[in-house]
T-cell receptor
Framework: DAGVIQSPRHEVTEMGQEVTLRCKPISGHDYLFWYRQTMMRGLELLIYFNNNVPIDDSGMPEDRFSAKMPNASFSTLKIQPSEPRDSAVYFC????????????FGPGTRLLVL | DAKTTQPPSMDCAEGRAANLPCNHSTISGNEYVYWYRQIHSQGPQYIIHGLKNNETNEMASLIITEDRKSSTLILPHATLRDTAVYYCIVRVASGGGGADGLTFGKGTHLIIQP
């Protein structure tokens, strides 16, 4: 298996623009997680899905952030409009069957909002 | 999930055993100890986990004290590629009803010296 796949790997955009990050989890994994990493706040959970259904989005910073999982092999994290403080590395992770199982992380998307 | 305390940084000579401590004095009976690491510019990587018995796999050994209030991750023969931030996380066992997302602290930055 190729592991968790994220795209793009790097994104540079201007303030106010829409940004869409993409994730393909490991085949057969039922849980998908989105994390954000910054120097100030470290790694923090934004939202996670179980069988394509959002379970906990309490970590989503504000309404500008939205996430979807239209099918078992694809998820998006959208920021609209983007702001400079959204600059961070965004990681997607997946796990098998239950959330407490080992999580496998993708390589991350480095987002820079100018 | 219980809070953990780790030293911010450690050095270890290449080829020697690296021993990374973690304090989790408020751990509950149904919480496991997990270790992840994050190599620079990569996503976090699972290393090992345990409940109360010592565990060993191809990457590392995990030693948990009898009272379960602390643990030590051991990399038996550290190499330069083991330089990374190591995160100790305690979380509820599978099916225990705890949160599914991982809560990362600041971790220990382990630097392997040549």
């Amino acid at each position: 298996d190729a592991g968790v796949i994220q795209s793009p790997r790097h994104e540079v955009t201007e303030m106010g623009q829409e940004v869409t990050l993409r994730c393909k989890p490991i085949s057969g994994h039922d849980y998908l997680f989105w994390y954000r990493q910054t120097m100030m706040r470290g790694l923090e959970l934004l939202i996670y899905f179980n069988n394509n259904v959002p379970i906990d989005d309490s970590g989503m910073p504000e309404d500008r952030f939205s996430a979807k999982m239209p099918n078992a092999s694809f998820s998006t994290l959208k920021i609209q409009p983007s702001e400079p403080r959204d600059s961070a590395v965004y990681f997607c992770a997946s796990s098998l069957r239950e959330g407490q199982e080992t999580q496998y992380f993708g390589p991350g998307t480095r987002l820079l909002v100018l | 999930d219980a809070k953990t305390t780790q030293p911010p940084s450690m050095d270890c000579a290449e080829g020697r055993a690296a021993n990374l401590p973690c304090n989790h004095s408020t751990i509950s009976g149904n919480e496991y100890v997990y270790w992840y690491r994050q190599i620079h510019s990569q996503g976090p990587q699972y290393i090992i986990h345990g409940l109360k018995n010592n565990e060993t796999n191809e990457m590392a050994s995990l030693i948990i004290t009898e009272d379960r209030k602390s643990s030590t991750l051991i990399l038996p023969h550290a190499t330069l590629r083991d330089t990374a931030v190591y995160y100790c996380i305690v979380r509820v066992a599978s099916g225990g009803g705890g949160a599914d997302g991982l809560t990362f602290g600041k971790g220990t930055h382990l630097i392997i010296q040549p």
